[in-house]
Nanobody
């Protein structure tokens, strides 16, 4: 079983950067795919980015070129580097763990961290 905790800074201005962290506790972290999701007010949760156990990654079109996902297996942590933030990036960001980035079911979820992009 895996436990995930997201952390980051809430309020940022448009154009600024922010790095979110997803810290995991439990066994076999290195074998899990870790995905980042977000949910904007009034909208459904959407996938943002994902990294597989082999290091391969994918990104939603809306964030491609601006966001970068990475993992540090030695510290059981996955990061989401967010550059050139826009107001539309506002939402609650969640990390989740599953078998692979193409899995339809994510086994473990963090509680989420708020990101607000506003001037």
């Amino acid at each position: 079983q895996l436990q995930l905790v997201e952390s980051g800074r809430d309020l940022v201005q448009p154009g600024e950067s922010l790095r979110l962290s997803c810290a995991a506790s439990g066994s076999a972290f290195a074998y899990y795919a870790i995905g980042w999701f977000r949910q904007a007010p009034g909208k459904e949760r959407e996938g943002v980015s994902c990294i597989n156990s082999d290091g391969s990654t994918n990104y939603a079109d809306a964030v491609k070129g601006r966001f970068a996902i990475s993992r540090d297996n030695a510290n059981n942590t996955v990061y989401l580097q967010m550059d050139s933030l826009e107001p539309d990036d506002t939402g609650i960001y969640y990390c989740a763990a599953g078998w692979s980035c193409i899995a339809t079911i994510w086994d473990y979820w963090g509680q989420g961290t708020q990101v607000t992009v506003s001037s």
